[in-house]
C-alpha cells in the first residue's frame, strides 16, 4: 500500500463549506459546485411524509 500521505482527492469546499468538492474533477460532490450554479438537490434525499389514513 505504500506512501499514499500525500495525495489529496477532496478538499472543503467554498460554497457549501462540505470536504467534498473534487480536486481533479473540478466539482462538489455535495452541492454540484463547479458545474452548476443551482444547489444539487434530489427527492430521494428528503423522506417523505407519511399521513395517516382515514377509512
Known amino acids: 500500500m505504500g506512501k499514499r500521505a500525500g ?3 477532496h478538499i472543503k469546499c ?3 463549506g462540505r470536504r467534498a468538492y473534487h480536486v481533479r ?3 462538489c ?3 454540484g ?3 452548476t450554479t443551482t444547489l444539487r ?3 430521494w ?3 417523505t411524509l407519511q399521513r395517516a ?3
Open 29 to 31: 460532490g455535495a452541492c
Open 41 to 43: 438537490h434530489y427527492n
Open 14 to 16: 467554498r460554497r457549501c
Open 45 to 47: 434525499q428528503r423522506k
Open 33 to 35: 459546485y463547479g458545474t
Open 7 to 9: 495525495r489529496v482527492v
Open 53 to 55: 389514513r382515514i377509512i
Open 25 to 27: 474533477k473540478k466539482r
